[in-house]
């Protein structure tokens, strides 16, 4: 035993509670949206718990976050809640590390390089301006099931070239596939995570007739699934069938999950809000915002980008990411043993006083250049994680964003119904609880 070790073994464990046998405190991990905050406040700023089966740290502030990314690979390893690994595949790009990641990271990003960006510009100012036309033709709506469409219409145009995809059997398996990504891997068939077993064994099924039947057709295409199957690595070697179904899958999750949720926030938020809501539209008519909409024209939008900067800060659609010690480590006095797992926090950190003065309040003001906190403090503001694993696509969803928001607000009006209950469900990402009420209009 190394003295270093000798010294590690000294320190304490973090303080906290583990909760019941085998389930821990899953069950208030996944349903109390305070569960950190309350933890936070009782114990400080590393806590331990057992979520999910694993003996767990959490592990919260910039600093916290610092460490953790900074040591990845050293001390710690990118890992998921097992419900959640299983669903991805053995094959996702979420759920390797090593030399593996790095190289699959790189044929992964040809889909998301600035120019493929580009390119994705026209097919969402079309789905978005038929969404707008549907729901101004409803008058009244329940928005957020809506919205869940229309990302996931983007995301199979562009990421498969299946047009409407919602609407087919792909959409509805990938609905309960996604009840289960955080659950618990009981695989009974009445169990959400069994269903969601099921659904990505169908979800893999019509992934892979839609692979087949490009490479037969030799018509690769130019969205992100003909990107990959013509992505080499540098030794020349290209995916295989299966990790390609695994990272279409993956795709799909990171192209309509998180960003269903970010929009739907910036809908609640702009609506309880309606100066922020003016100082955008007399932005976008200042700017003469006209189609055809591109990222170029977009750059313009600067207080826009800090209204969207400042949704993903209150309501980042990821609450946090996981980490697994490949070796004991010391932080902050306490004890971190090899085998456990530990949770960084995005929502947390960005309720940090020291960062964000009267943090609860929506205020796109603190992202102006002379407030930005970005400047202050390396990883206080990680909406889209950091380190080694960064989303992959955080330019493409900071564009479908944006494209989304300039066209909503420069041509419709929308108002919160009565009588509905607006707090947030947070799995498996942030919700209004009644799904989003709305009267929808055009200006």
Request: aromatic share 10%; net charge positive; hydrophobic share 40%.
């Given at each position: 035993?190394?003295?270093?070790?000798?010294?590690l073994?000294?320190l304490?464990?973090p303080?906290?509670?583990?909760?019941?046998?085998?389930?821990?405190?899953?069950?208030a991990?996944?349903?109390?949206?305070?569960?950190?905050?309350?933890?936070?406040?009782?114990?400080?700023?590393?806590?331990?718990?057992?979520?999910?089966?694993?003996?767990?740290?959490i592990m919260?502030?910039?600093?916290?976050n610092?460490?953790?990314?900074?040591?990845?690979?050293?001390y710690?390893r990118?890992?998921?809640?097992?419900?959640?690994?299983?669903?991805?595949?053995?094959?996702?790009l979420?759920?390797?590390?090593?030399?593996?990641h790095?190289?699959?990271r790189?044929?992964?990003?040809?889909?998301?390089?600035?120019?493929a960006?580009?390119s994705?510009?026209?097919?969402?100012?079309?789905?978005?301006?038929d969404y707008?036309?549907r729901?101004?033709?409803?008058?009244?709506?329940?928005?957020?099931?809506?919205?869940?469409?229309?990302?996931?219409?983007?995301?199979?145009?562009?990421f498969?070239?299946?047009?409407?995809?919602?609407?087919?059997?792909?959409?509805?398996?990938?609905?309960?596939?996604c009840e289960?990504l955080?659950?618990?891997?009981?695989?009974?068939?009445?169990?959400?995570f069994?269903?969601?077993?099921?659904?990505?064994?169908?979800?893999?099924?019509?992934?892979?007739k839609?692979?087949?039947?490009?490479?037969?057709?030799?018509k690769?295409?130019?969205?992100?699934?003909?990107i990959?199957?013509?992505?080499?690595d540098?030794?020349?070697n290209?995916?295989?069938?299966?990790?390609?179904k695994?990272?279409?899958?993956?795709?799909?999750?990171?192209?309509?999950?998180?960003?269903?949720s970010?929009?739907?926030?910036?809908?609640?938020l702009?609506?309880q809000?309606?100066?922020?809501?003016?100082?955008?539209?007399?932005?976008?008519?200042?700017?003469?915002?006209a189609?055809p909409?591109?990222?170029?024209?977009?750059?313009?939008l600067?207080?826009?980008?800090?209204?969207?900067k400042?949704?993903?800060r209150?309501?980042?659609?990821?609450?946090?990411?996981?980490?697994?010690?490949?070796?004991?480590?010391?932080?902050?006095?306490?004890?971190?043993?090899?085998?456990?797992?530990?949770?960084?926090?995005?929502?947390?950190?960005?309720?940090?006083?020291?960062l964000?003065?009267?943090s609860?309040?929506?205020?796109?003001?603190?992202?102006s250049?002379?407030?930005?906190?970005?400047?202050?403090?390396?990883?206080?503001?990680?909406?889209?994680?950091?380190?080694?694993r960064?989303?992959?696509?955080?330019?493409?969803?900071?564009?479908?964003?944006?494209?989304?928001?300039?066209?909503?607000?420069?041509?419709?009006?929308?108002?919160?119904?009565?009588?509905?209950?607006?707090?947030?469900?947070?799995?498996?990402?942030?919700?209004?609880?009644d799904?989003?009420?709305v009267?929808?209009?055009?200006?």
């Amino acid at each position: 035993m190394t003295s270093q070790t000798k010294t590690l073994e000294k320190l304490p464990l973090p303080p906290g509670n583990s909760g019941l046998p085998f389930v821990g405190e899953t069950f208030a991990f996944l349903f109390d949206r305070d569960f950190s905050k309350k933890r936070l406040e009782r114990y400080g700023k590393i806590f331990k718990t057992n979520v999910f089966g694993s003996s767990t740290a959490i592990m919260v502030g910039a600093d916290a976050n610092q460490f953790l990314f900074k040591n990845e690979e050293q001390y710690v390893r990118s890992t998921w809640p097992k419900s959640t690994k299983i669903l991805l595949g053995p094959a996702s790009l979420a759920v390797r590390s090593g030399e593996f990641h790095t190289s699959r990271r790189k044929l992964l990003f040809q889909a998301f390089q600035p120019r493929a960006i580009a390119s994705y510009s026209p097919t969402i100012e079309r789905i978005t301006n038929d969404y707008l036309a549907r729901w101004e033709r409803q008058e009244t709506l329940t928005w957020y099931p809506e919205l869940r469409n229309y990302t996931f219409d983007i995301a199979g145009t562009l990421f498969m070239g299946v047009d409407n995809t919602s609407q087919t059997s792909l959409g509805h398996l990938f609905e309960t596939w996604c009840e289960g990504l955080f659950s618990i891997p009981i695989s009974l068939p009445w169990t959400k995570f069994g269903k969601a077993l099921q659904a990505r064994k169908g979800l893999l099924q019509g992934i892979e007739k839609i692979i087949r039947q490009r490479q037969q057709e030799n018509k690769l295409g130019n969205d992100a699934l003909g990107i990959l199957l013509q992505a080499r690595d540098e030794a020349g070697n290209q995916l295989t069938l299966e990790e390609l179904k695994d990272q279409v899958l993956l795709l799909l999750f990171a192209g309509h999950e998180t960003l269903t949720s970010a929009i739907a926030s910036f809908c609640l938020l702009t609506a309880q809000h309606p100066q922020i809501l003016e100082r955008i539209r007399a932005e976008l008519k200042a700017n003469k915002i006209a189609s055809p909409l591109t990222a170029e024209n977009l750059k313009s939008l600067t207080y826009l980008d800090r209204v969207l900067k400042e949704v993903l800060r209150l309501i980042p659609p990821v609450g946090g990411g996981f980490r697994e010690a490949i070796a004991p480590f010391e932080f902050n006095g306490y004890r971190i043993p090899q085998g456990w797992q530990i949770q960084y926090q995005i929502l947390q950190t960005h309720k940090e006083a020291d960062l964000y003065p009267d943090s609860e309040q929506f205020d796109p003001d603190r992202f102006s250049p002379e407030n930005s906190p970005e400047k202050q403090k390396n990883f206080g503001y990680i909406p889209f994680g950091g380190g080694l694993r960064e989303c992959l696509g955080k330019e493409f969803a900071k564009l479908e964003m944006r494209i989304f928001a300039a066209l909503l607000v420069r041509d419709y009006q929308w108002e919160l119904l009565p009588e509905q209950d607006l707090s947030l469900v947070a799995i498996p990402t942030p919700h209004p609880r009644d799904g989003l009420k709305v009267r929808f209009s055009r200006c």
